[in-house]
């Protein structure tokens, strides 16, 4: 069986035989799968109101402990965005109630962003469809291959210098 990304290093081989094509295999499937991967989820999060920002600002304060609280920044830091892309994020869901924004009593500067009561109940009817949605999309892969596969990615990601400090 033989995918699109196939065909490509066929052709290339053939036009460019004195070229290596073969990072094309990996960097053009990762390309591939990320497409689809991003249409699945799009639907997952609309089926709830969200799109991918809004569910990872919900998500990234449901995980940051009992009071889901953080700052813009750490915000910033975990969705790996701007400081604008945040504040326009935290805007809209701030309108609906799912985020409030509170100064910090210690400093105001500092402003804390907490998931409302509304907010929790949504990422939390939220994750399980989420999750759904990856397991369908890895179906195909066996439990060794996925644990394979994301060894593979985290040392690829690593190399290029996504690390936690």
């Known amino acids: 069986m033989a995918d699109h990304v196939d065909r490509v290093l066929e052709q290339w081989g053939t036009q460019r035989p004195d070229l290596d094509v073969s ?3 990996v960097i ?5 799968l990320s497409r689809v991967i991003d ?23 449901r995980r940051s402990g009992p009071e889901n609280r953080l700052t813009p920044a ?9 400081s ?7 805007d809209r869901l701030q309108d609906r109630g ?4 509170t100064p ?6 500092v402003v804390h962003v907490a998931l409302t009561r509304d907010g929790r109940d949504l990422i939390d009817e939220v994750l399980p469809d989420h999750l759904a949605t990856e397991n369908r999309l890895l179906a195909a892969l066996t439990e ?3 644990a394979a596969l994301a060894n593979a990615l985290r040392h690829l990601s690593e190399s290029l210098g996504d690390v936690i400090d």
């Open 144 to 146: 060794p291959e996925r």
């Open 39 to 61: 249409a699945e989820l799009r639907r997952t999060f609309a089926a709830h109101g969200l799109d991918a920002a809004s569910f990872d600002v919900l998500a990234t304060l």
């Open 84 to 90: 604008g892309a945040v504040t326009q994020r935290l």
């Open 28 to 32: 053009g499937r990762l390309k591939r």
């Open 98 to 101: 799912l985020v409030t924004r």
């Open 23 to 25: 990072p094309m295999a």
């Open 74 to 82: 750490e915000l910033m830091l975990a969705a790996m965005v701007t």
């Open 104 to 109: 910090s009593p210690s400093d105001r500067r």
